[in-house]
């Protein structure tokens, strides 16, 4: 079987599903998919097994393949949320996964100030100095801001030493990711959120629980509130 095809498949039937093209309720057959996709039945099968893993659709015999309610999808799974990012529910996504991340970063940044080891706590310095020089030159848009960024924001879920915490790296990654193909990421990053990245960095160096979690939360709300508030999402 093709893997470009396969995916292409999945990501076709994810995404008019994800959109509401294909609302809830709707009944789908491998022989529509088939004809619809260009796909061999194989292909189709595979499809529809992802997006059952997903829980966006279930086959039942003599029923066919069903589009299950929104509210039963796994909220956390990257294909979904990249289907969401594209789709007209992009702004409700971007402020499901900023809500997430208020309420679960600012702890993880208190627990790594806690439990980091010396070589996390230098890496976070690290990738923080980075993300200030890149801002600083305007490359705030940059695929190279963007890695650095990502990676900071998930070494802190993943030193917190929590894996509950450390298990939302996924889709903490997928929205950043998906912010920067849909051209939502600013050249000059809002003010103050390098500085909040560099002083949560400087509270978990000194192991200080409570700054780590102060300055998180600071940053995440100043977020929060600009997509609240526009529809775009800084860093």
């Known amino acids: 079987m093709s893997r470009s095809i396969h995916d292409g498949v999945v990501d076709d ?4 599903i994800a959109s509401g093209a294909l609302p809830p309720g709707s009944i789908l057959t ?7 996709c260009a796909a061999s039945r194989t292909v189709a099968r595979e499809a529809i097994r992802v997006l059952e893993s997903i829980g966006m659709v279930m086959s039942r015999r003599r029923v066919g393949i069903t589009v299950r309610p929104r509210e039963e999808w796994d909220a956390f799974s990257p294909q979904l949320i990249e289907w969401n990012l594209r789709g007209p529910f992009r702004q409700q996504q971007l402020e499901a996964l900023m809500e997430l991340r208020v309420a679960v970063e600012p702890m993880a940044a208190r627990l790594t100030a806690q ?12 990738l923080a100095q980075a993300l200030h020089e ?5 490359h705030g848009a940059s695929d190279e801001f963007l890695e650095v960024d990502v990676a900071f924001h998930l070494l802190l879920l993943r030193a917190s030493g929590n894996p509950q915490l450390a298990a939302l790296t996924r889709p903490v990654e997928e929205v950043l990711r998906g912010r920067s193909r849909l051209g939502l990421t600013p050249s000059v990053p809002a003010p103050g959120t390098l500085e909040e990245h560099a002083a949560v960095a400087d509270a978990v160096t000194s192991g200080d629980s409570a700054l780590a979690e102060h300055h998180s939360r600071t940053h995440m709300h100043t977020v929060w509130d600009e997509i609240q508030n ?3 999402l800084s860093v």
């Open 134 to 138: 890149l801002g600083a030159k305007g």
């Open 115 to 126: 439990r980091a080891s010396p070589g996390q706590r230098a890496e976070l310095r690290r």
């Open 230 to 232: 526009d529809g775009s």
């Open 13 to 16: 039937l994810g995404e008019r």
């Open 30 to 36: 491998l022989a529509r998919i088939e004809d619809e």
